[in-house]
Structure formats: structure tokens, C-alpha cells
């Protein structure tokens, strides 16, 4: 079910005109390759800027470069989430150079620890995963947040795992899981928060994809992407916030 306010919290009505795709800034996390790539792609095909984060700069540009062949605008931007200084500067770039960021797909992910167990899984390694996936996509979101709210405009969309849902069966990807587990409660703790400002924040999850980390027979990449695209250019009426999705479709946290 949607997001719903605690009693007695002020929930701001913008009334701001949604904007048209064209005027749309987006940014993506992890999308240099895989699923990150691929959303891009599709942001783009729809008249979306996109924003292209990637780690490696040289990585960045030769996706973006691909990309723009296509006809698309998108621009590389050096964004590695884990850290701090990478997030605070790119937050400052896109308000000096757009004042504005319609569209966040924190899609940077790692640690698929498909071999591991809860028992006898590295520590350090839980610590590495819950860095990318839960605080690089916290940090990230914080940072850019003010840019959505100067214009009472705004789509968040936290790539998740059917994986992460308190009730899914499984002992293997500890790691992966739990950090999962901990982005989804972020994000319905950012939707209610953020209900009726505009601003709508949603989990999706792709399914098993053909990528890198999920390795070969999975489903292909444009229809994980699709997914995410979606949330990520949901209309503000009627406003679908605080949900997991998986193909347009709600799943239970």
C-alpha cells in the first residue's frame, strides 16, 4: 500500500506543472554497464538528459558515447557512491549547470554473494555491501534532494531484490539481502516523509537479469530496465509512492 502520513505532519501540495521529458535532468548510478546502461538508454529514448554515473571516468565516457549515437543526450559524470566527496561534488555541478534534478535511479550495486551463508559470511564483506548498496544510494539521495524540492518535482527509484523482502525464502547472499532488505525500509521511510511534496519514492525490482552480476539465463537487460523506467517517469496523478514493483506490479516488502 502507498506511503502513509503520520497524523499531524504538514504535507506540502506544490501545484507545480509536471515537466515535459525533454526537460527533465536524470541521473543514474552504476551505468557505465548492465542494467544502469540499459536504463539510461531508455531514459534517453524518451527525450530525457541523462546523467551517466559511473566510477572510471574513461568507463563513463565510452558508455556515454555509445549512447549518444543513438541520438540521446547524455553527459558522463564521475560518481562513485561510496564516496562522499564524489556525491557532494556532483550534486554541486548539476545545481550550477541544471538547478535542477528531476530523476534519481540509485542503481550502483555489488556484493551478489551468491556463495556464501549468514553463518560464516565475511564481515567485511556485509560492510562493503551495506556501503554500496544502502549508504552510496542514502548519501547520494541526500545530497541531490534539494534540487527536487526547489521545484516540488521529483521520482527516486532504489533498484532493490525480490531477494530483500523480509519474507523471501533463502539462506545464500547474505550480504546482498540484508542490504537489500535495509534499502527497501530507506525507502519507505523517505516516501512517507516525502508524501505530498511532488517527490515520489519507489523500490523496484528488476527480476534476474542477463548482467555481469547475475551472470547468464536470466531475463534480458530492456526488460529489467523497463521496470525502472517506469517509476522513474510515473505521472503525478495518481501519485504512486512508497511501493515495490516488480513489472509495473506490486510486491509485497
Known sequence: MNAVAFPGRPRRRTGVAEPEPSQRIALVSGANRGLGYEVARQLA?????????????????????????????????????????????????????????????????????????????????????????????????????????????????????????????????????????????????????LAGSGILVNAVCPGWVATDMGGHGGRPVAEGAAGIVWAAMLPTRPAINGGFFRDRQRIDW
Not at 562513485?80 to 541544471?98: F, H, K, M, N, P
Open 45 to 193: 529514448a524518451q527525450g530525457v538528459t541523462v546523467l551517466l554515473g559511473a566510477r572510471k571516468p574513461l568507463l563513463g565516457e565510452k558508455a556515454a558515447r555509445q549512447l549518444r549515437r543513438e541520438g540521446g543526450t547524455v553527459i558522463p559524470v564521475k560518481l562513485d557512491v561510496t564516496s562522499t566527496q564524489d556525491v557532494r561534488e556532483l550534486a554541486a555541478r548539476i545545481d550550477g549547470e541544471y538547478g535542477r534534478l528531476d530523476i534519481l535511479v540509485n542503481n550502483a550495486g555489488a556484493y551478489f554473494d551468491i556463495d556464501d551463508d549468514p553463518s560464516s559470511v565475511n564481515i567485511d564483506l556485509v560492510r562493503q555491501a551495506l556501503e554500496t548498496n544502502l549508504i552510496g544510494a542514502w548519501q547520494l539521495t541526500e545530497a541531490v534532494l534539494p534540487l527536487m524540492q526547489r521545484h516540488g518535482y521529483g521520482r527516486i527509484v532504489n533498484v532493490s531484490s525480490g531477494c530483500g523482502a523480509i519474507d523471501s525464502e533463502g539462506s545464500a547472499c547474505p550480504a546482498y539481502r540484508v542490504s537489500k532488505a535495509a534499502l527497501n525500509s530507506h525507502t519507505r521511510m523517505l516516501a512517507t516523509e
